[in-house]
């Protein structure tokens, strides 16, 4: 996690975040290999996610400050990034 703190930290927030981040970062949260075709799908979405949110669920995430509803959010955006392709969705 440390590793992946310190590649958001060195993104630009004024550019988009770069394709291979977004790629390598899918590629790093699957066990098994994913067709190509979802692979390029959810590495698309995550294409949309703005670094300045990135760096702010890393950050939320790694510090363990934020109360403990915000962890799970936290980690409950993190696990649908990477499953679902950055389909943020409200759950209660």
Not at 6 to 31: C, G, H, M, N, Y
């Amino acid at each position: 996690m440390l590793e992946l703190q310190r590649e958001i930290d060195a993104l630009k927030d004024t550019a988009p975040v770069p394709e291979t981040f977004a790629r390598d970062f899918q590629v790093s949260t699957v066990f098994h290999r994913l067709p190509a075709e979802f692979l390029q799908a959810v590495v698309k979405e995550s294409l949309k996610v703005p670094v300045h949110v990135w760096r702010e669920t890393m950050a939320t995430h790694n510090t363990g400050n934020a109360p403990s509803a915000s962890r799970r959010t936290c980690k409950r955006f993190l696990t649908n990034l990477s499953r679902k392709g950055a389909k943020v969705r409200k759950e209660r």
